[in-house]
């Protein structure tokens, strides 16, 4: 059995209420977690921070222990806002630096100052007759150059990317002085990726796969229906029966096994136990591969999608 990485399971922020989320945070710190994954626009991250804070007061862990990461927002793309944005999230967070930042989308909007909204989110003006998601003119390139910058400045210590395809990949690898240590990407039984995952690990890139657990992040969402979920699957239920284990923790064994950090989300104290106990077993080759035979390159976090269906515009990333 390969040695515990308990990094290689983080707790995924997104959607975890305000009201519960620092109680979330400092018990599943208090239970093992050692990974979070925060964002501006999950708009916690001040109750984070708390979680964060608390857990530390209490010796539960050292800043040290933790690995924290942070993303970019898509309206401060622009060179001169990237600091200010990282700063912002800092301050919230309660912390000196973070152990990685990541630009969350490629996908740049207009600046919308802290006062005015934060997080901004998608809409430029949300008052506006006929709301809509506005682009802004910034290269990617410029962005990274910035990110770059926070990295030497000592305020974070990896720097890294989300939600790029294979070709925006290959194009920053072309210009980045500092390598992007970590690609964060939607993937699951439904959406292997094992392209793009193969790509960044010739960049000796890690990969962290959100939304490990497919549907069930959508549903609260409408975004997917019960009927998707791949804790229904045959491959998945035998796996589950032969080791004794939920298909949940077959399912997230199977993104770790394959080589994956996972981010799994949870508002309840059993199940976020359940989705870090997946250490202790191992998916044969068959059930590895037949899991993996689920794939049906289905996107569940399309921008191509929900930017036309609920902002007004249509943006698409992935062709
Ligand atoms: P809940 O917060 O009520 O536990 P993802 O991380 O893939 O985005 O998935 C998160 C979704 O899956 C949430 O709706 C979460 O609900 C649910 N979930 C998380 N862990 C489990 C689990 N072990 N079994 C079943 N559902 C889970």
């Not at 919230?92 to 919308?112: E, R, S």
């Not at 996972?262 to 997946?278: F, G, Y």
Request: charged share 25%.
């Amino acid at each position: 059995m390969e040695s515990i990485d308990i990094y290689k399971v983080g707790l995924g922020l997104w959607k975890l209420p305000e009201s519960d989320c620092a109680d979330i945070v400092y018990n599943a710190i208090k239970i093992g977690y050692r990974h979070l994954d925060s964002a501006c626009d999950y708009g916690n991250e001040v109750e984070v921070g708390k979680g964060i804070a608390r857990a530390i007061e209490e010796g539960i862990c050292t800043r040290a222990d933790l690995k924290i990461t942070s993303k970019l927002w898509n309206t401060y793309h622009a060179k001169e806002h990237v600091e200010l944005a990282l700063q912002k999230s800092l301050t919230d967070l309660g912390l000196t630096y973070l152990d990685t930042y990541l630009i969350h989308f490629p996908i740049a909007q207009p600046f919308v100052p802290f006062e005015t909204r934060y997080p901004p989110e998608w809409i430029f003006d949300t008052e506006s007759d006929s709301p809509e998601m506005v682009i802004a003119p910034v290269p990617l390139q410029e962005t990274w150059q910035a990110m770059e910058s926070l990295s030497e400045k000592g305020l974070v210590k990896e720097i890294g990317i989300c939600n790029y395809n294979s070709g925006l990949l290959n194009d920053l690898m072309a210009y980045a002085k500092i390598k992007p240590a970590q690609l964060q990407i939607e993937s699951h039984p439904y959406l292997t990726q094992e392209r793009l995952i193969k790509l960044a690990k010739s960049y000796n890139i890690s990969v962290t796969a959100f939304s490990p657990l497919g549907a069930l992040s959508y549903l609260e969402l409408d975004m997917a229906k019960q009927s998707e979920s791949v804790l229904e699957k045959d491959v998945v239920i035998k796996a589950a029966e032969r080791l004794n284990k939920t298909p949940a923790q077959i399912v997230l064994r199977w993104g770790v096994q394959r080589g994956c950090s996972i981010i799994p989300k949870s508002s309840n104290l059993n199940r976020l136990k359940e989705n870090i106990s997946i250490f202790d077993f191992s998916l044969s080759e068959d059930e590895m591969t037949a899991i993996s035979a689920l794939n049906i390159n289905k996107r569940f976090n399309d921008p191509g999608d929900f930017c036309e269906a609920a902002f007004n515009k249509f943006y698409p990333i992935y062709d």
